[in-house]
């Protein structure tokens, strides 16, 4: 027995997918038939896998704008990515497949083990709601999930992301037909189809076999053989601007992290401003307070000169009755203690002044050497927040005038180039090393 495998996108209707409401292609009598999997709260699942890489975004920007408040409605909005995706199988259809039959039986245990096994072949596609439909006319499976990629460089380090997802999972983009999407969905087509053999069913694969069809079903089936080719083409299409939107966000990246060093650099030098004018004017007191002392410490020459020339002219004369060792004591010792301590204070001030200065005038001339270093600084990133914003309006001309496939296909190749390089280069460097060994 051979049937066909359908393999189909959806709009992702949650409420519908778990009978919250009835379309008029249900039969409510055979709900109770349906399998639900899993039914998670999408924004739950999103707090689940994203939170701690947003706490970690945030923490980094220092620009209240650039700050995440909710991932989900970030990505809701977002021209790149969807917040989930939805994947509808079918085997066979309702002629050979229906739900009320025996085949049906056999259909709805094919995607059933199907299923079962999904969340631990693909990782990376987090799965939060999954139903099997017996209710309609041919079974059929409801997988939704959000694909996610880890360790990424650019914005949050966990993020949505279909096609990084997928290359986790080893699918590879190469020509246009054979995206990351389309491998995927050929390898998932193989796995359903080694279950239908299992149970001894072939799968039918599309222009392999053709029983006879009256003209208008041949019309019909032509007619929805060239909707999925548009569906195909569409998903291409899809592929090819998101990779042209990941290199664009990529130099609006790299321009963003000039405006925020810019912007860094510009807090750090007002700060060392301010730090190298506070230093200036403890350098200008302590300089006043110097010039202050300096006329002080000059006259300590003259005291001391005054003192020791002519002790008859700097001490007090003895009155008539006063003896010798009287007048010592009593008055020029005193003198002479009051002369060497003025000395020493006036000396020790001094030094402590022009040791503060010192250190006081180095400190101003760090703090101005940082001011001319970040200045000198800002202007280069300047420089070079203009040179990224030139090569992003060089990149759209370039996408206008040659086109986006040309586009696609010199930065594909050039990519190449660099990794053959860079592969090169580390076989060289393992050859030197064994070389030296």
Same mark, same amino acid.
């Given at each position: 027995? !051979?049937?066909?495998?359908?393999?189909?996108?959806? !709009?992702?209707?949650?409420?519908?997918?778990?009978?919250?409401?009835?379309?008029?292609?249900?039969?409510?009598?055979?709900?109770?038939?349906?399998? =639900?999997?899993?039914?998670?709260?999408?924004?739950? @699942?999103?707090?689940?896998?994203?939170?701690?890489?947003?706490? &970690?975004?945030?923490?980094?920007?220092?620009?209240?704008?650039?700050?995440?408040?909710?991932?989900?409605?970030?990505?809701?909005?977002? $021209?790149?990515?969807?917040?989930?995706?939805?994947?509808?199988?079918?085997?066979?259809?309702?002629?050979?497949?229906?739900? !009320?039959?025996?085949?049906?039986?056999?259909?709805?245990?094919?995607?059933?083990?199907?299923?079962?096994?999904?969340?631990?072949?693909?990782?990376?596609?987090? *799965?939060?709601?999954?139903?099997?439909?017996?209710?309609?006319?041919?079974?059929?499976?409801?997988?939704?999930?959000? %694909?996610?990629?880890?360790?990424?460089?650019?914005?949050?380090?966990? &993020? @949505?992301?279909?096609?990084?997802?997928?290359?986790?999972?080893?699918?590879?983009?190469?020509?246009?037909?054979?995206? =990351?999407?389309?491998?995927?969905?050929?390898? =998932?087509?193989?796995?359903?189809?080694?279950?239908?053999?299992?149970?001894?069913?072939?799968?039918?694969?599309?222009?392999?076999?053709? !029983?006879?069809?009256?003209?208008?079903?041949?019309?019909?089936?032509?007619?929805?053989?060239?909707?999925?080719?548009?569906?195909?083409? $569409?998903?291409?299409?899809?592929?090819?601007?998101?990779?042209?939107?990941?290199?664009?966000?990529?130099?609006?990246?790299?321009?963003?992290?000039?405006?925020?060093?810019?912007?860094?650099?510009?807090?750090?030098?007002?700060?060392?401003?301010?730090?190298?004018?506070?230093?200036?004017?403890?350098?200008?007191?302590?300089?006043? &307070?110097?010039?202050?002392?300096? %006329?002080?410490?000059?006259?300590?020459?003259?005291?001391?000169?005054?003192?020791?020339?002519?002790?008859?002219?700097?001490?007090?004369?003895?009155?008539?009755?006063?003896?010798?060792?009287?007048?010592?004591?009593?008055?020029?010792?005193?003198?002479?203690?009051?002369?060497?301590?003025?000395?020493?204070?006036?000396?020790?001030?001094?030094?402590?002044?022009?040791? $503060?200065?010192?250190?006081?005038?180095?400190?101003?001339?760090?703090?101005?050497?940082?001011?001319?270093?970040?200045?000198?600084? *800002?202007? =280069?990133?300047?420089?070079?927040?203009?040179?990224?914003?030139?090569?992003?309006?060089?990149?759209?001309?370039?996408?206008?005038?040659?086109?986006?496939?040309?586009?696609?296909?010199?930065?594909?190749?050039?990519?190449?180039?660099?990794?053959?390089?860079?592969?090169?280069?580390?076989?060289?460097?393992?050859?030197?090393?064994?070389?030296?060994?």
């Amino acid at each position: 027995m !051979k049937r066909t495998i359908s393999f189909m996108t959806g !709009k992702g209707s949650v409420n519908h997918n778990s009978r919250k409401f009835h379309a008029k292609n249900t039969d409510p009598e055979r709900s109770c038939l349906n399998e =639900e999997y899993c039914n998670e709260n999408v924004k739950d @699942v999103y707090h689940e896998l994203f939170d701690e890489a947003l706490a &970690r975004y945030n923490a980094k920007q220092t620009r209240s704008d650039r700050r995440i408040d909710d991932y989900y409605e970030k990505i809701r909005f977002s $021209k790149q990515e969807k917040p989930f995706h939805e994947i509808i199988l079918q085997i066979g259809d309702k002629d050979n497949m229906g739900a !009320k039959t025996e085949n049906g039986q056999l259909a709805a245990k094919v995607l059933d083990k199907y299923m079962r096994d999904f969340q631990r072949r693909n990782p990376t596609l987090r *799965v939060f709601s999954a139903y099997l439909h017996m209710d309609e006319a041919t079974p059929h499976l409801h997988i939704d999930f959000i %694909p996610y990629t880890t360790g990424s460089k650019r914005r949050l380090d966990t &993020r @949505v992301s279909l096609k990084q997802a997928l290359s986790a999972l080893g699918f590879k983009g190469g020509t246009r037909r054979e995206t =990351e999407l389309n491998q995927w969905v050929a390898y =998932e087509k193989e796995q359903l189809a080694a279950i239908m053999l299992e149970q001894g069913s072939e799968w039918e694969k599309k222009g392999t076999y053709e !029983k006879h069809l009256s003209v208008l079903d041949f019309e019909k089936k032509e007619r929805a053989k060239e909707v999925a080719a548009l569906e195909a083409k $569409k998903a291409e299409l899809q592929e090819e601007n998101t990779a042209f939107q990941e290199i664009n966000e990529n130099l609006h990246e790299q321009l963003l992290q000039v405006d925020d060093e810019i912007h860094s650099l510009q807090e750090d030098l007002q700060k060392s401003r301010q730090e190298a004018e506070k230093a200036q004017k403890q350098a200008d007191k302590y300089k006043k &307070r110097m010039n202050e002392l300096a %006329p002080m410490v000059k006259n300590m020459e003259k005291l001391a000169s005054d003192f020791s020339a002519d002790p008859e002219q700097t001490l007090p004369e003895a009155t008539v009755m006063e003896s010798a060792k009287s007048y010592r004591e009593k008055k020029a010792k005193p003198l002479v203690r009051k002369i060497v301590a003025l000395l020493r204070s006036v000396y020790h001030a001094y030094i402590d002044i022009s040791r $503060k200065f010192e250190d006081v005038q180095k400190s101003c001339n760090q703090a101005w050497g940082k001011v001319n270093a970040l200045s000198a600084r *800002v202007e =280069e990133l300047w420089e070079e927040n203009n040179v990224l914003r030139d090569e992003i309006r060089d990149f759209e001309l370039v996408k206008g005038t040659l086109g986006h496939d040309k586009v696609e296909n010199i930065v594909r190749i050039e990519r190449q180039r660099e990794q053959a390089l860079k592969e090169q280069k580390r076989a060289q460097r393992r050859k030197m090393d064994r070389g030296v060994r």
